[in-house]
Nanobody
Framework: QVQLVESGGVLVQAWGSLRLSCAASGRTISTYAMGWFRQAPGKEREFVGF????????YYGDSVKGRFSISRDNAKNTVYLQMNSLKPEDTAVYYC???????????????????WGQGTQVTVSS
């Protein structure tokens, strides 16, 4: 069992920056890939970013590429999502998730992820 708790979501102005945190407990996540997803009202869950267990490989959805950056601190059992140049269309609930198996290379599919956090709301005003 892995418990994930996201934090850091707030109301922020367009072009602002925000860093989300995902703290894991119950199990060390240092050997597992992690992902960030988001879901806006009326839309399907969207892939945001992926980071390998070592942190050596990252991938991003097209809509956030160049603006968002994912990182991890395994000593703290925490994954981060740095969001820059925020746009109103970034408004969504953001979720982190852990992939226990099957993400050796990369996965942008929600079904690949086994445990999810409760989500944190990010609202970007124009």
């Amino acid at each position: 069992q892995v418990q994930l708790v996201e934090s850091g979501g707030v109301l922020v102005q367009a072009w602002g920056s925000l860093r989300l945190s995902c703290a894991a407990s119950g199990r060390t996540i240092s050997t597992y890939a992690m992902g960030w997803f988001r879901q806006a009202p009326g839309k399907e869950r969207e892939f945001v970013g992926f980071i390998s267990w070592s942190g050596g490989s990252t991938y991003y959805g097209d809509s956030v590429k160049g603006r968002f950056s994912i990182s991890r601190d395994n000593a703290k059992n925490t994954v981060y999502l740095q969001m820059n140049s925020l746009k109103p269309e970034d408004t969504a609930v953001y979720y982190c998730a852990v992939c226990l198996v099957g993400c050796t290379y990369y996965s942008s599919s929600p079904i690949s992820y086994n445990y999810w956090g409760q989500g944190t709301q990010v609202t970007v005003s124009s």
